[in-house]
């Protein structure tokens, strides 16, 4: 059975500090998505990375591949406010048809 | 365009009662998934449809169905609700099938069973 576990579970940090989540497996996923999931609302796709060691940036979000594929890990700089969310990491296992989730990092940032 | 949306956000149902959920897909997308989502369980699968065909099962007991009409939009059935059906169903579209198909997920609708 495939898993993915998320650390921490929880983050509560100041306004302006930076942070790394991890979203981590002894499996090998063909793909690994990340999604922010706001309070009210549902989850939504921020990042999808494919190829092993593949860093992709989106504004002070960096996403990183574990070379194996077999981890993956959101590093936010200066994090503000707007980023307090759900960060849900879902992999491409062996199923073609159903993603494997993580139970989610819940984030706050204090203003 | 519009997004996903999903029908009714709130409901309130005792023990015992069924419940009937509603998603409309984004224009031309195709396949519907549905998920619980409960704190501390994260997102569990409940089921896909693709083409008014169910084409994946999760784990979930039978009181749980659905299905897909010809025009993609899907509705999700639960039958003798119990307590532990409270939680969060997220429905989500997609252009095409697969699980490397990027989802795009309504707000859901908040189940609370008493």
């Known amino acids: 059975t495939q898993l993915l576990e998320q650390s921490p579970q929880f983050l509560s940090i100041q306004e302006g500090e930076n942070l790394t989540v991890y979203c981590n497996s002894s499996s090998v996923f063909s793909s690994l998505q990340w999604y922010r999931q706001e309070p009210g609302e549902g989850p939504v796709l921020l990042v999808t990375v494919v190829t092993g060691g593949e860093v992709k940036k989106l504004k002070r979000l960096t996403f990183q591949f574990g070379d194996a594929r077999k981890d993956s890990s959101l590093h936010i700089t200066a994090a503000q406010p707007g980023d307090t969310g759900l960060y849900l990491c879902a992999g491409e296992g062996d199923s073609n048809y159903q993603l494997i989730w993580g139970a989610g990092t819940k984030l706050i940032i204090k203003p | 365009k519009a997004g996903v949306t999903q029908t009714p956000r709130y409901l309130i149902k005792t023990r015992g009662q069924q419940v009937t959920l509603s998603c409309s897909p984004i224009s031309g997308h195709r396949s519907v998934s549905w998920y619980q989502q409960t704190p501390g369980q994260g997102l569990q699968f409940l089921f896909e449809y693709f083409s008014e065909t169910q084409r994946n099962k999760g784990n979930f007991p039978g009181r749980f169905s659905g299905r897909q009409f010809s025009n993609s939009r899907s509705e999700m059935n639960v039958s003798t609700l119990e307590l532990g059906d409270s939680a969060l169903y997220l429905c989500?579209?997609?252009?095409?099938?697969?699980?490397?198909?990027?989802?795009?997920f309504g707000n859901g609708t908040r189940l609370t069973v008493t």
């Open positions: 989500a579209s997609s252009p095409r099938t697969g699980n490397n198909s990027p989802l795009h």
